[in-house]
Nanobody, 124 residues
């Protein structure tokens, strides 16, 4: 089992940047595929990005490609989401997620573990 804690959210102006972190408990972090999802008020949770256990495979939603990058440090049990050129439509609660041995998925139901989320608000 793994516990996930997100941090790094906040209020930023359009065009600005934020870096989200997801800290994981346990000694098997390196065995998990990790994902970022977001949920805006009144909308369904949507895929943002994932990274496989080694960091060799990543994937992004079309809406964030070229603006967001995902990375992980398996020695620090931490995953990151660097968000640049933020837009008001990026405003949402951002969640990190994990699945053991997963190859990578954009479907929320494929992830077993979830953090509590961190709010990102982008003002215009």
């Amino acid at each position: 089992q793994v516990q996930l804690v997100e941090s790094g959210g906040g209020l930023v102006q359009a065009g600005g940047s934020l870096r989200l972190s997801c800290a994981a408990s346990g000694r098997t972090f390196g065995m998990y595929t990790m994902g970022w999802f977001r949920q805006a008020p009144g909308k369904e949770r949507e895929f943002v990005a994932f990274i496989n256990w080694s960091g060799s495979t990543t994937n992004f939603a079309d809406s964030v490609k070229g603006r967001f990058t995902i990375s992980r440090d398996n020695y620090k049990n931490t995953m990151y989401l660097q968000m640049n050129s933020l837009k008001p439509e990026d405003t949402a609660v951002y969640y990190c997620s994990a699945v053991l041995y997963g190859g990578g998925s954009s479907v929320p139901a494929d992830y077993r573990y979830w953090g509590q989320g961190t709010q990102v608000t982008v003002s215009s």
